[in-house]
């Protein structure tokens, strides 16, 4: 894999060249930015932005205006491949708050698509009602312990307006939630996301974090998706990178509260 070559790729595809991820959201260009102004229960954000030292303070002071206007909290996804170099503390010094870096992932679909045994009594259900959603809700909070309400929301809300766009899976154990993650699908890119995947403490190790991975390549690959993308956490990035998945940049979420 030429990594400076899928990069690119992947920035042209999916920041500069963004499409809305649902029929009532839009990508707007503004100057040297790229926004995504999201739907009901949508993502509101900067994707992709070309700027310079002079004109980077002006350009975030116009999304923050912008977003502000609309009274929507937004993200500002930095990469580190971004300019200029200090384009994260100028985001901060605006009023920004940064999340956790993670680490841009990128793998080969077809080299996923592999025979991953679950535990026995275990199994991988789609998600297509609100049923299933509270059933993810549960995995994910029992998984991260936090509050998963917005993953309710997102979910709920992809699965009315853009259910091809959206692949949603929880895994059970008998009756009981273990595990859910997502897929994130948009029309004319060669990038499928893999997003959310996390595991109950008590059934991590016993290759369901795999066998979710193999999944959703399987229906990229049926798809016709070349590649699958991931945002990974430090806690995902070596599971990753022992399937084969190439580390390309770093990615760091600031985000702006009115």
Do not use: C
């Amino acid at each position: 894999m030429d990594h400076a070559a899928i990069l690119a790729l992947y920035d042209r595809d999916m920041r500069e060249g963004a499409r809305p991820e649902s029929s009532d959201a839009r990508v707007e260009r503004i100057g040297g930015v790229v926004r995504h102004v999201g739907g009901e229960g949508g993502w509101n954000g900067v994707l992709w932005s070309d700027l310079d030292a002079a004109g980077a303070d002006a350009a975030i002071a116009e999304q923050v205006a912008y977003f502000t206007g609309l009274d929507r909290e937004f993200e500002w996804k930095q990469h580190g491949h971004d300019q200029p170099a200090d384009l994260g503390r100028r985001l901060a010094d605006a009023g920004f708050t940064a999340e956790p870096e993670e680490t841009l992932m990128i793998g080969e679909t077809s080299e996923q698509v592999v025979e991953a045994a679950l535990p026995d009594g275990v199994r991988i259900v789609p998600v297509t009602d609100r049923a299933g959603v509270e059933l993810m809700v549960e995995a994910n909070e029992k998984a991260f312990g936090h509050d998963a309400s917005f993953l309710r929301d997102l979910v709920l809300a992809r699965l009315a307006a853009a259910p091809d766009a959206i692949v949603a899976l929880v895994v059970l154990a008998g009756d009981e939630p273990v595990s859910s993650a997502r897929m994130e699908l948009i029309p004319g890119t060669r990038f499928a996301g893999l997003w959310g995947g996390g595991t109950v403490p008590a059934w991590r190790g016993r290759g369901i974090y795999r066998a979710l991975v193999a999944h959703r390549a399987r229906i990229a690959a049926e798809r016709g998706y070349r590649y699958l993308q991931v945002d990974a956490s430090d806690q995902s990035r070596p599971i990753l990178e022992r399937l084969g998945f190439a580390a390309l940049t770093t990615t760091t979420p600031y985000v702006y509260v009115p």
